[in-house]
């Protein structure tokens, strides 16, 4: 995308440093903590429906600057322009992802408008304040931010509570031998549960992969989750291991493209993992999945927490 992508992303690489991102975690542990200290006890919920979905799309409302009905507008639409992306061009819901899109677009517009003439200490004033976008640009950089990693978030958590909560053959869960939430075990998570299974890319000349010539404007369907199991990467791919070292996985991307949003992703998951953890959580009956072949998640995980 040339220079395009490194001027939208260049737009932004002041607030999504490693070190800017780390000091949000006192904001995103606050609403971490109010989002799950509401879920009640000993009572089964559905952990999709109420912390993995709002958590991180009241993160990312809070940090734009938008009220409740804008991110309440978010978190509808949001799933239908997932889908679209998610769906390898099916035409109806790429349909809907679109009238999703333009009903963000409509009730954004005036917000990045009136953040441009007078702006305020929140993301999509200084978004707005970049004299180098346009006012479109500005708009969809702030649904791209918002919805991509409320989407991924949501579904990341989601993955991970199954993983860890479900029992093995011999009755043991993942969670009940975790010594504590670090940096290991969130790379490992994103290993073998990352949202973003598959991406798309076109070839800017001919490339030989694999034995495979793929020619020049010529599209490849990148399968990351494969990449993230190759043997030749990582001992026993298949096997989940909490303190697993070596290379990071790719769920993330890499190169020009690698997310802008790792690290907030990561401090929201982290944080989140935490305070999840500490409630005692225990799955209580089957998970439902997405049935898209590109994003990966699930539709509804039944916990409960014990709260001992």
Same mark, same amino acid.
């Given at each position: 995308d040339g220079t395009d992508h490194d001027r939208l992303r260049g737009s932004l690489r002041d607030v999504f440093t490693r070190s800017f991102i780390a000091g949000?975690? $006192?904001?995103i542990a606050d609403i971490a903590s109010g989002v799950i200290d509401d879920a009640p006890r000993a009572t089964t919920f559905d952990f999709m429906a109420d912390i993995a979905l709002p958590l991180p799309i009241v993160v990312a409302g809070e940090w734009l600057g938008v009220d409740p009905h804008c991110s309440r507008l978010l978190r509808e639409e949001s799933p239908a322009i997932i889908r679209m992306l998610g769906a390898l061009a099916n035409p109806d819901e790429v349909a809907v992802g679109i009238a999703a899109t333009a009903a963000l677009v409509t009730e954004f517009l005036p917000l $990045? @408008?009136?953040r441009r003439s007078s702006p305020g200490d929140d993301l999509l004033s200084f978004i707005a304040s970049d004299p180098d976008l346009s006012l479109d640009e500005v708009v969809i950089t702030a649904i791209l931010i918002a919805v991509a990693g409320?989407?991924?978030? $949501?579904n990341l958590l989601g993955a991970t509570m199954t993983r860890l909560l479900t029992p093995g053959? &011999?009755?043991t869960r993942i969670v009940d031998?975790?010594?504590? !939430? &670090?940096?290991p075990l969130i790379n490992e998570l994103l290993r073998l549960d990352g949202p973003v299974q598959t991406t798309a890319r076109t070839a800017t000349q001919r490339q030989l992969v694999g034995g495979i010539e793929i020619a020049c404007d010529e599209q490849a369907l990148v399968v990351v989750a494969a990449a993230n199991r190759d043997p030749a990467v990582f001992d026993q791919p298949d096997q989940f291991r909490p303190t697993r070292t070596g290379p990071a996985p790719l769920s993330f991307g890499?190169? $020009?493209h690698y997310c802008l949003g790792a690290s907030l992703a990561r401090l929201e998951t982290t944080v989140a993992l935490g305070h999840i953890? @500490?409630?005692?959580? !225990?799955l209580t009956? @089957? !998970?439902?999945w997405r049935d898209t072949p590109a994003i990966r998640g699930p539709l509804n995980v039944p916990i409960l927490f014990r709260d001992s």
């Open positions: 949000l975690h $006192a904001g $990045a @408008a009136d409320h989407e991924t978030t $949501a053959p &011999d009755g031998g975790l010594g504590g !939430v &670090d940096m890499y190169g $020009a953890l @500490a409630r005692n959580p !225990v009956g @089957a !998970v439902t």
